[in-house]
Every structure is written in C-alpha cells, then in structure tokens.
C-alpha cells in the first residue's frame, strides 16, 4: 500500500498490494543497513550532489569529491547465461527438513546448508526453500536464475560529507506480476573503465507490485573519486508465493513537516485490512522539485504488531542527500504473525 505527498498537510492514500522482502530498513545519507529492519541513519550535514555531465566519455575528467561532472549510466537489465530453473519448495503444515530432504532425494545436510538454516527445527508454514542439485558433485554449485526485465531509473550519485559516495535509484516493475527478491548491483570505475569498487543492496520494499517502483540505495562510504558507474538490475523474480508476507496494510494519512537544517519528517497512520496478525513496516521515499530521489528510510509502525482491522502510527525522519524535499511517497508491506 502507498500513498503520495506534495507539499506539508496533504493527506493521501492509494491501495498497494505491497508485502515486505525478508526485513530491510533503509535510512539514507550515512546508510548503516541492519537485517531484518534496513535502517539507514541519515546524516546531519548536507551532502554534496554531484552535477551532471555526458557519461561515458574519455575526455571526462576524474571526478573528485567537489566535482563538477557525473551523470548516471541507466543499462538495460543485465542477462546472465541461462542456468537451470530452480525447484523452490514452500513449507508446509507438519514439514521438517529431514523429511523435504527425502521428498526430493537429497541430504538434509545439503538443503540446510543452500538455504542458510541455522536451526532446522524453526521452519516456518510458508517458507520458502531452494532445492540444490542432487549431485553430490555440484552441491556448490547452485541454480540461478535469470533476473526478470525489471529496470533501473531515475539514477543519482552524492559525495557524502564523511567521504565516499552514495548511489540512489528506483526498480520499476513494467510486468503485469510482482516481482520480488530486487537487487541492485552498482560498480564503480576509474578512467581505463576499472572496477574501484562494488556492491549490492536490496529495495527496502520486499515486493514491487506490477506497474509500480520501489527505491534504492546503494553505499560507498570508502570509495575514492571514480570516473564512472554502471548500475543493473542482479536479480528480481515473479511472485510466486506469498507465505510470510502480508499484502493487506493501507496507508490512511500522512503529513510532511519540515524539520531543521533541510530536514523532514513525515509522519501518518497505516491499517490492517486483513483478517490476520502481522508486522507492518512502511518505506517513505522523498523527492526534490525536479523529481530526483534524496532520501529514502524505512521504519516499523507504532505498535509495532497490528491485528485484523488495528491502526498504527509511523513517524520517519530523513535528511535529504541532494536539495530540498519537495514530495514524499509512502509504502507499507508486512510480515504474517501467529502461523
């Protein structure tokens, strides 16, 4: 569920069949990511955004943290070899590793190990498990599979003031599915076009519904002045199932107030709409006036847990990485409790 805000006071609501990926808070300028919760702190200086020039060009000089040429690389969703179509098992009532394990012939070793269970006795009704090969010799060497024609916009690069870079940007999902498991690759190059660093970072919302977008944000606290950067998309696949996850949350209000020094916070209301127990955590992504994305975060509600028809609160403070907010998007998916 999300809703859209353009100037302070202007509530607004707009159903979103949204749920959340397996927990990320994001908060954006110095982005600490945590499992289960992505929570990025923002700073409290403003950052430096990096204007835009013609990339690639060899004449382009290096940039350094106060430079005056960068602009984004928009690529078209990388295609990797074509691997052989996972099996994905989802969990049942009365299941046990021990016993998925025998159903598809392999040790429950092997599907503890592929699927990074710490404890085998806390499988969950709706979980989703990889089944790997049933070669012993290929137990390393795991299916994967090809990432659907999601793409990147909407791409934008700031020197923080602590060093390094950050890059922010949008999935949008133009299939008539959702789409879930986003990633975001980002890679950083110097002027002979070497790599200077690079990494990933998953959308804060766990799945993007059809025709819709959701934010992301990618950090280099370390990296020294690059020359340019490529983005794409490093997986994203159909819904398929939705165990844990809850579409059932709506945004009911929310208001933009300005805080300090450039800050904002946004606060509102959310609803279970559903019939079942769940944890609902909403994304707020903010824009400038000419549409670029400077802050993004995302918190749980106020309580925390809400059951069938139960209303929470959420407030989210961001310091924009770029110029001043100008609108906000909020965005709520959950977690399903009790099962």
Not at 71 to 91: D, E, F, S
Not at 150 to 158: C, G, I, P
Not at 296 to 321: F, K, N
Request: charged share 15%; glycine share 8%; proline share 12%.
């Amino acid at each position: 569920m999300e809703a859209h805000a353009g100037t302070p006071n202007t509530p607004g609501t707009k159903p979103n069949p949204c749920r959340r990926l397996g927990g990320v808070a994001l908060a954006l300028a110095v982005v600490a990511l945590a499992a289960c919760g992505h929570v990025w702190t923002l700073p409290t200086d403003t950052p430096t955004p990096l204007p835009s020039a013609a990339l690639p060009s060899p004449t382009v000089p290096t940039p350094t943290r106060t430079a005056t040429a960068l602009q984004p690389v928009w690529l078209p969703t990388r295609t990797p070899a074509p691997t052989p179509t996972p099996i994905i098992y989802v969990v049942q009532k009365g299941d046990t590793l021990i016993g998925i394990a025998k159903q598809f012939g392999i040790s429950a070793t092997l599907l503890q190990t592929a699927n990074g269970i710490v404890d085998p006795r806390r499988l969950q009704i709706g979980q989703e498990l990889l089944i790997p090969p049933q070669d012993e010799g290929s137990r390393h060497v795991l299916p994967t599979p090809t990432p659907v024609a999601v793409r990147v916009e909407n791409v934008s690069v700031y020197a923080l003031p602590t060093g390094g870079f950050c890059v922010l940007g949008e999935v949008v999902n133009p299939l008539p599915d959702a789409v879930e498991r986003v990633a975001v690759e980002v890679v950083l190059l110097d002027a002979n076009e070497g790599v200077i660093a690079q990494d990933q970072a998953a959308t804060p919302l766990e799945v993007i519904p059809a025709g819709e977008s959701a934010a992301f944000a990618v950090m280099f606290p370390d990296a020294p002045p690059f020359a340019n950067y490529r983005v794409a998309v490093a997986s994203a696949d159909v819904l398929q199932h939705l165990g844990h996850l809850y579409l059932d949350f709506r945004v009911l209000s929310h208001e933009v107030r300005e805080a300090r020094n450039g800050a904002a916070e946004v606060v509102g209301e959310v609803v279970n709409q559903g019939d079942a127990i769940a944890q609902p955590f909403v994304a707020v992504t903010c824009y400038d006036a000419q549409g670029r994305l400077v802050a993004v975060r995302e918190v749980p509600a106020d309580p925390p847990i809400l059951g069938p028809g139960e209303r929470g609160t959420y407030s989210v403070a961001l310091t924009p990485l770029g110029g001043p907010i100008d609108r906000c998007r909020v965005q709520v998916q959950g977690e399903r409790l009790g099962e």
